[in-house]
């Protein structure tokens, strides 16, 4: 049904075709048999899925337009209620716009109040587990409840089961980035409320998430061939959801890649064979969402042992590496880690980059937490060896100012990657897909936020080099923290303090 050239986009006359008041792809199909029926002669070579409102009749419409030999031949039309019944058009809802014009702006002066006074709170909340039951109904309201009932609620009983990650003196975990600029673009992308899966479902939101990508990842310093406008790139960037998420899936697109590969080695044998073989590596120290993709992608992982620095070398991947092909298993991925999760060690990449090329294995680099230092020239030499790499990973939700989610990730090759994740439904298809980008093919979820938004916002409103001096004042005050513990003999320093903890 995919067309093979792009149609023209010919104005479209709607009241001259058959109108659906339901919109599905076993419609779409029909309308395509009947087209095809209609002029047996040329067949419907493309369907064109496009979302514009037509009419503002108190709802949306879908609109889907299917083109016969470039000429719009039928167009499909669903409506559906615009902006969660939020317009003028529902009667029993209670906000409307200027409501929400009011009680928006008391939502940002209560989040100024509460940002501006979360150091006098308690960090965590003394609540036992089931504290929230007994204060709340058991049964959703039948009837609307007054924008003020439900804001009371927030400090009596929501508040005090918070725990406040943006006080200043939360140290646990790991820490949880946030902006004023990143809270105005987070609340800018939940009001245009697109679901940017494909170019055509959003341009802008594809469009705005490949350049930011671009840019944070030429300030990072990554490999050319990592940055999607580069001459001649195969390669660019994504915002995945998590670091977890950046993991598992370049483990299933180096499992379809090294599957791929035996099937044309051993065209006879079963592919679950061929997967009981295939095995991934990490170290110890790699976190436990290396292990958690392993089991969904049901391989083999080996956890092999770090150096006295928590540093993963290259000589043990090397023999483990050899002992497993000796006993007939395949390596195909290994995960490293800049700044692991218990003591920020750095993987030696130098080393284990010609390990996995000599054996043709995809390396990941989880970078999720360091990554974010590496915008600052003096941060750079701890990535050395990146040019090994397949993909890369950094949580700008950790470090970076930006709130969650937003986890970043590059690959040197958007078609290895995509080649495990395509599927590709006529309700989904358009014209451009050979020119654009479809960040479906790059994860899990179809449906997928305007995350680019918050991103270029703090890039925007703090430059590189706001972003370079926040970076280096946490590294300054690790580093006076180290020389706070080095004197106080009853603690110790786990290991090297190279960027902030
Ligand atoms: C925090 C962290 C993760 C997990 O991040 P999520 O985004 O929560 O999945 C993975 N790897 C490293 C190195 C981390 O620091």
Not at 21 to 42: H, T
Not at 92 to 105: A, L, P, S, W, Y
Not at 168 to 186: E, Q, T, V, W
């Amino acid at each position: 049904m995919k067309g093979k050239g792009k149609t023209g986009r010919a104005p479209c006359d709607h009241s001259a075709y058959p109108v659906l008041s339901k919109f599905s792809q076993r419609q779409l199909l029909q309308l395509a048999d009947f087209a095809n029926n209609a002029k047996s002669a040329v067949p419907v070579t493309t369907i064109e899925l496009e979302f514009p409102p037509l009419e503002p009749r108190g709802g949306a419409y879908k609109r889907a337009a299917g083109s016969l030999g470039g000429h719009h031949y039928f167009t499909a039309v669903q409506c559906r209620p615009t902006f969660g019944g939020l317009g003028q058009h529902t009667t029993d809802t209670k906000m409307n716009v200027e409501d929400f014009r009011k009680n928006g702006k008391e939502m940002i002066d209560y989040i100024c109040d509460y940002v501006g006074g979360v150091g006098q709170r308690r960090v965590t909340p003394a609540v036992e587990p089931g504290y929230l039951r007994p204060l709340l109904p058991t049964t959703a309201p039948l009837k609307p409840e007054s924008w003020s009932d439900i804001m009371a609620d927030i400090e009596e009983k929501i508040m005090p089961g918070v725990t406040h990650w943006q006080h200043p003196r939360f140290h646990a975990y790991f820490p949880s980035g946030n902006s004023f600029p990143s809270i105005l673009g987070d609340m800018l992308s939940d009001a245009i409320g697109c679901i940017g899966f494909s170019w055509a479902a959003s341009p802008a939101c594809t469009e705005l998430e490949t350049i930011v990508l671009d840019w944070l990842g030429q300030a990072i310093g990554l490999p050319k061939e990592f940055l999607a406008f580069s001459e001649g790139s195969k390669g660019g960037g994504v915002i995945q959801g998590s670091a977890s998420e950046c993991v598992l899936v370049c483990m299933l697109s180096a499992r379809a890649q090294a599957i791929k590969k035996l099937k044309q080695q051993h065209p006879f044998v079963e592919e679950g064979v061929l997967l009981s073989k295939l095995m991934a590596y990490c170290s110890k120290e790699a976190h436990s969402c290396v292990e958690k993709a392993a089991m969904i992608c049901f391989v083999k992982l080996r956890i092999l042992e770090p150096d006295n620095n928590c540093s993963l070398r290259g000589a043990t991947l090397r023999q483990a590496m050899e002992e497993d092909v000796a006993m007939g298993q395949i390596p195909f991925f290994v995960s490293t880690t800049l700044g692991t999760t218990s003591c920020c060690s750095f993987d030696n990449l130098s080393e284990i980059g010609p390990v996995c090329s000599d054996l043709d294995v995809w390396m990941h680099v989880d970078s999720a937490y360091a990554g974010n230092a590496f915008i600052c020239e003096e941060f750079k030499p701890l990535m050395r060896g990146i040019e090994h790499a397949s993909s890369f990973n950094t949580n700008p939700n950790k470090w970076l100012l930006t709130n969650f989610d937003c986890s970043t990730m590059w690959v040197r090759d958007r078609f290895k990657l995509t080649q495990a994740l395509v599927v590709d439904p006529l309700y989904l298809q358009h014209n451009y897909s050979a020119q654009s980008i479809d960040y479906r093919h790059w994860g899990v979820p179809l449906s997928r936020r305007f995350r680019a938004l918050k991103l270029w916002f703090v890039l925007r409103s703090y430059g590189i080099d706001g972003l370079q001096r926040y970076i280096r004042n946490h590294c300054k005050l690790a580093k006076r923290f180290e020389q706070l513990v080095l004197k106080d003999s009853r603690f110790e320093v786990a290991n090297d303090v190279k960027v902030s903890f």
